[in-house]
Antibody
Framework: EVQLVESGGGLVQPGGSLRLSCAASGFTFSSYEMNWVRQAPGKGLEWVSYISSSGSTIYYADSVKGRFTISRDNAKNSLYLQMNSLRAEDTAVYYC???????WGQGTLVTVSS | SYELTQPSSVSVSPGQTARITCSGDVLAKKYARWFQQKPGQAPVLVIYKDSERPSGIPERFSGSSSGTTVTLTISGAQVEDEADYYCYSAADNNRGVFGGGTKLTVL
């Protein structure tokens, strides 16, 4: 069974940092491109970042470029999102999803507030 | 442009056909995907490559494309289809964009 399980969310003050993780199982993680997608409370979906299967190609939404860093460890079947200089508008549920979007995690909530 | 525009809401009676449109210049060059999201749940892919249906998705869900507009059609909508629906596409550089979402009401 394919599973993507996010972790690392929580409450952080503006300007702070947080690292999200996404643990993959049930498929050959190293062969899959991956994405992070977020959803602010009561709002729509927003694509955040993309990483190729090898990690050599990376893209970011303009809203997070320069503040967020996506990475992966294929040996550990894990995807990461390092989030720095967090702002109130980064408050959202963060989902990891396979590149094809066939597989999604359940999401982890990040709240940026003082 | 890399914007995708959807109607904010669509309403149908059970058994009727629901159609949700999504418009954007990128759709003339790139495939679209459609996602269904119910409250408190992660999105579920219901259509990819404009009109392909993943295994496990009911046949009443179909997709079509014409120029810069794609359409999700739910033939014989059921109460359990009530959800938010999002279209999605990716530009040449794999930067993704979602439509604003459409709330489908079936009652």
């Amino acid at each position: 069974e394919v599973q993507l399980v996010e972790s690392g969310g929580g409450l952080v003050q503006p300007g702070g940092s947080l690292r999200l993780s996404c643990a993959a199982s049930g498929f050959t993680f190293s062969s899959y491109e991956m994405n992070w997608v977020r959803q602010a409370p009561g709002k729509g979906l927003e694509w955040v970042s993309y990483i190729s299967s090898s990690g050599s190609t990376i893209y970011y939404a303009d809203s997070v470029k320069g503040r967020f860093t996506i990475s992966r460890d294929n040996a550990k079947n894990s995807l990461y999102l390092q989030m720095n200089s967090l702002r109130a508008e980064d408050t959202a549920v963060y989902y990891c999803a396979s590149g094809s979007y066939f597989y999604w995690g359940q999401g982890t909530l990040v709240t940026v507030s003082s | 442009s890399y914007e995708l525009t959807q109607p904010s809401s669509v309403s149908v009676s059970p058994g009727q056909t629901a159609r949700i449109t999504c418009s954007g210049d990128v759709l003339a060059k790139k495939y679209a995907r459609w996602f269904q999201q119910k409250p408190g749940q992660a999105p579920v892919l219901v259509i990819y490559k404009d009109s392909e249906r993943p295994s496990g998705i009911p046949e009443r869900f179909s997709g079509s494309s014409s120029g810069t507009t794609v359409t999700l059609t739910i033939s014989g909508a059921q109460v359990e289809d009530e959800a938010d629906y999002y279209c999605y596409s990716a530009a040449d550089n794999n930067r993704g964009v979602f439509g604003g979402g459409t709330k489908l009401t079936v009652l």
